[in-house]
């Protein structure tokens, strides 16, 4: 599955508001931090299907939060 330009600007929009370290953002998200680096860092998006449904479920959560 490939993560879209959209869903890695807002995972770093949200790292960032939320301040997270990568070690944060990986137990936040259940993502390895070296795959969640080579995400942000290398614009690699070309991930499995776990790994994409947990970003955008984390994605999605933490914009909804928002709302509550």
Same mark, same amino acid.
């Given at each position: 599955m490939e993560l879209t330009q959209q869903q890695v @600007?807002?995972? !770093? @929009? !949200? @790292? #960032?508001? =939320?301040? =997270? $370290? %990568?070690? #944060? %953002?990986?137990?936040? $998200? #259940?993502?390895s931090r070296w795959t969640l680096s080579s995400i942000l860092k290398q614009g690699h998006v070309h991930v499995n299907s776990a790994t994409f449904k947990r970003i955008n479920d984390w994605i999605i959560d933490e914009y909804t939060a928002k709302e509550n």
């Open positions: @600007r807002a995972m !770093k @929009r !949200k @790292r #960032g508001e =939320l301040d =997270l $370290t %990568l070690i #944060g %953002l990986e137990k936040e $998200t #259940g993502v």
